[in-house]
């Protein structure tokens, strides 16, 4: 069935950077954009950004622009969010998503999240 | 604080029915962009409950509906059940900010 398939958790010390990945399976990679949606321990939903897989163009939420970078390898079917500077605010769940219908950011398809914490 | 605004909690009874809001701004709610809700249990991911301003994805009972007028928008449950315990959130596009932007959250709690 169509899934998003994330990489398991990570422990950072601030200032390091995260890479985390989100493969595609049941569909094909480059047929959907794919989102990033953070939410920290106790908090709501935020939007980190969104990559086009065809062609790898990005656009990320101004508050993260600096210190995001989001890329794809269309072989592997796998989409990558690496978060630099790492800071203790950065600590939350990482979702990958995408909406498979016609309103493209009504995400009814979502990863099944990556822990991160960022302790020193 | 979220771009868009929504009660910090709400409760009801079984079987009533219950309401969350949802205010945006004309560069987001107020805009054409579609407004989109979502379910979460803790420990899970989302859940798409409605898109489009008022449309279920299949599967969604019928006791979830949503609606927008300017910039705001709501989301009803009726006949609560003790399931739908959860937190909600509003989501739509924001032309000033070029991106997704979601409310805070309310949680739902059946009495």
């Known amino acids: 069935q169509v899934q998003l398939v994330q990489s398991g958790a990570e422990v950072k010390k601030p200032g390091a950077s995260v890479k985390v990945s989100c493969r595609a399976s049941g569909f094909t990679l480059t047929d959907h954009f794919i989102h990033w949606v953070r939410q920290a321990p106790g908090q709501g939903l935020q939007w980190m950004g969104i990559i086009n897989p065809t062609g790898g163009s990005t656009n990320y939420a101004q508050r993260l622009q600096g210190r995001l970078a989001m890329t794809r390898d269309t072989s592997t079917s796998t989409v990558y969010m690496e978060l630099s500077s790492l800071r203790s605010e950065d600590t939350a769940v990482y979702y990958c998503a995408f909406g498979s219908g016609i309103f493209r950011d009504a995400f009814d398809i979502w990863g099944q999240g990556t822990m991160v914490t960022v302790s020193s | 604080q979220s771009v868009l605004t929504q009660p910090p909690s709400v409760s009801g009874a079984p079987g009533q029915r219950v309401t969350i809001s949802c205010t945006g701004s004309?560069?987001?709610?107020?805009?054409?962009?579609?407004v989109h809700w979502y379910q979460q249990v803790p420990g899970t991911a989302p859940k798409l409950l409605v898109y489009g301003d008022n449309h279920r994805p299949s599967g969604v009972p019928d006791r979830f509906s949503a609606s927008k007028s300017g910039t705001s928008a709501s989301l009803a449950i009726t006949g609560l059940q003790a399931e739908d315990e959860a937190t909600y959130y509003c989501?739509?596009?924001?032309?000033?900010?070029?991106?997704?932007?979601f409310g805070g959250g309310t949680k739902l709690t059946v009495l």
């Open positions: 989501q739509s596009h924001d032309s000033s900010l070029s991106g997704s932007v």
């Open positions: 004309f560069s987001n709610v107020g805009a054409a962009y579609g």
